[in-house]
């Protein structure tokens, strides 16, 4: 079965540290991959996505996230964060094959001090 | 609207009470998920439409969940006999066709007293 496997589940950084994210997933096809960014008191909101292509990804708010297939990874970075990332951030799977169900990880809940 | 509309957006019931749980996609959006998430928990998927059918209700976890979704495009979860144990953020999400992409709603909070 499709599972996918967040490393922290509690990262506290300082302004202008750098941050990354471990991504894991098991699944043996092709993958479409998410990470999304849940902000305190609103909804889920998509940071980046691969599908296809150059395996570095960039999104929004000077995230990226590079896909190494061999590893099965999928981990999000960012140079320098800012007090307003502090979020949870959820790494998602999908199966590419078919438009069914996307395989969450359990969230990392990042603070970022000022 | 422009994003995918929960309502309510907070629900406060009794045990044994019924409730209904709206979702109104993006218009043009054939896919509709429904998750529900927890505190500290990641999405747990419920249900997903294409179209007007359930394509996958793998995720339900008992007979006394349902969802609608008749017209192909606003959703209706429904849960009866609410047990405490359903108190959570429930979560609507619809997709284009071909992107797999989720656009998510601000969620339903449900506390079942």
């Known amino acids: 079965a499709q599972s996918v496997s967040q490393h922290n589940h509690h990262v506290i950084l300082s302004e202008a540290a750098s941050l990354e994210l471990g991504c894991n997933y098991s699944?043996?096809?092709?993958?479409?991959l998410f990470w999304y960014v849940q902000y305190p008191g609103q909804h889920l909101q998509l940071l980046l996505k691969?599908?296809?292509?150059d395996p570095l990804v960039k999104g929004i708010k000077g995230f990226e996230a590079e896909f190494i297939k061999s590893k099965f990874s999928f981990n999000l970075r960012k140079p320098s964060v800012q007090w307003s990332d502090t979020a949870e951030y959820f790494c998602?799977?999908?199966?590419?094959?078919?438009?069914?169900?996307?395989?969450w990880g359990l969230g990392t809940s990042l603070a970022v001090n000022p | 609207g422009a994003g995918v509309s929960q309502t309510p957006s907070n629900k406060v019931t009794e045990k044994g009470k019924y409730v209904e749980l709206r979702c109104d996609p993006i218009?043009?959006?054939?896919?509709l998920y429904w998750y529900r998430q927890s505190l500290g928990q990641g999405p747990e998927f419920l249900i997903y439409?294409?179209?007007?059918?359930?394509?996958?209700d793998s995720g339900l976890p008992n007979d006394r969940f349902f969802a609608v979704r008749p017209e192909g495009s606003v959703s209706t979860l429904k849960i009866q006999r609410t047990e405490r144990g359903d108190s959570a953020v429930y979560l609507c999400?619809?997709?284009?066709?071909?992107?797999?992409?989720?656009?998510f709603g601000e969620g339903s909070r449900l506390t079942v007293l």
């Open positions: 999400a619809s997709s284009p066709r071909t992107s797999g992409e989720l656009f």
């Open positions: 218009s043009g959006h054939t896919a």
């Open positions: 439409f294409q179209g007007t059918g359930a394509a996958d």
């Open positions: 699944y043996g096809g092709t993958v479409n």
């Open positions: 691969y599908f296809s292509g």
């Open positions: 998602a799977v999908k199966d590419a094959g078919n438009n069914r169900k996307l395989i």
